[in-house]
DNA sequence: ACGCCCACCTGGAGGC
DNA sequence: TGCCTCCAGGTGGGCG
């Protein structure tokens, strides 16, 4: 599910529910999610009041107040959500509620993940920089220092394509493989086209398609295709408004272009652009 | 060091 | 209905 627009989305809908409130109960469900869950890991959060709720690329950082931080990763299909244990209804569990938080005011938060793809972590948040995860992360894209000139001198050199240059975390982050067929589609570059050869203006015009189409799908609450859901169980609307992903066959959206989108698999994942509009 | 491939896991869609 | 294959929003380990 979640690239940048979606883990944001998650985060906004998390903050009023725990931010500055005890998590007086936490429940492992289940414990092998990608890393497993470490030991006593209930006994070192319950107790503890969130602080904040920040985003670091994909992964969500929960800050507690005993100086640590939970990292929270959704993976591919994780979700997180939020239930009112106070009102009448019940409030069954869903096969593949793993982790739930229960609040000091009676609201619970649950991760949910089918795929198990998701992670969390309990460390020092002095050191959630230096974790293995984290080191070698690139620019976080809606910063305002991150511009043309920053991801050009990032892409130098590289003989892979752009598209899978864009996939890779140490490039840029927040980025996956929606928010890359869209952003090079909108800046008229082709996804094979050789990373490093993406330079100067070519750069520039793909730094502002990778800003436009975060902010406007976290505007639109994410992109909702199978997992996602703001924690308040609201669906997110950006899908409506892609341009070529999951678009095979449809005619490219550039006014009088008359192609059609194409499909390729390069890394392994799907690619979808116009060979017309994209060079 | 870099780039590619695959595994990790479950479920939904589509073909027969 | 059932069974099989393919595909899915991410990441990281192992290979050449």
């Known amino acids: 599910m979640p ?19 005890r998590i007086a109960r936490l429940t ?10 470490p030991t006593k890991f209930a006994a070192r959060v319950e107790g503890r009041t969130v602080t904040a709720i920040d985003r670091r690329a994909k992964y969500l950082l929960m800050r507690l107040d005993d100086g640590q931080t939970l990292i929270v990763h959704l993976g591919m299909s ?29 609201w619970q938060v649950r991760f949910n993940d089918a ?24 620019p976080e894209p809606l910063d305002m220092a991150f511009n043309g000139a920053v991801l050009a001198a990032r892409l130098k050199g590289r003989r892979t394509p ?43 015009r793909l730094v502002a398609a990778i800003k436009q189409v975060l902010l406007r799908s976290i505007d639109d609450g994410g992109s909702t295709l199978r997992d996602h859901v703001q924690p308040g169980g609201e669906l997110g609307y950006f899908q409506a408004r892609f341009k070529v992903y999951d678009r095979a066959g449809a005619p490219c959206p550039t006014r009088d272009c008359g192609h059609l989108v194409k499909r390729l698999v390069q890394a392994g994942r799907s690619t979808f652009y ?3 509009c994209q060079r």
């Open 3 to 21: 690239e940048l627009p979606e883990v944001e989305t998650v985060r906004r809908g998390l903050v009023p529910r725990m931010v500055g409130h």
């Open 28 to 37: 492992q469900r289940r414990k092998d999610l990608r890393v497993k869950l």
């Open 78 to 106: 994780g979700r997180m959500t939020l239930h009112d244990a106070r009102s009448a209804a019940e409030h069954p569990f869903e096969r593949h509620d793993h982790v739930v938080f229960d609040m000091d005011d009676g």
């Open 115 to 138: 795929r198990r793809f998701g992670l969390m972590l309990l460390v020092p948040t002095e050191s959630v920089e230096k974790h293995k995860a984290f080191r070698g992360l690139g």
């Open 162 to 204: 752009i598209k899978a240059a864009l996939l890779d975390q140490k490039t840029l982050v927040g980025v996956g493989n929606i928010y890359a067929c869209e952003a090079l589609y909108m800046s008229g570059i082709s996804p094979r086209r050789s990373a490093h050869t993406v330079q100067g203006d070519r750069a520039e």
């Open 274 to 276: 116009c060979a017309h």
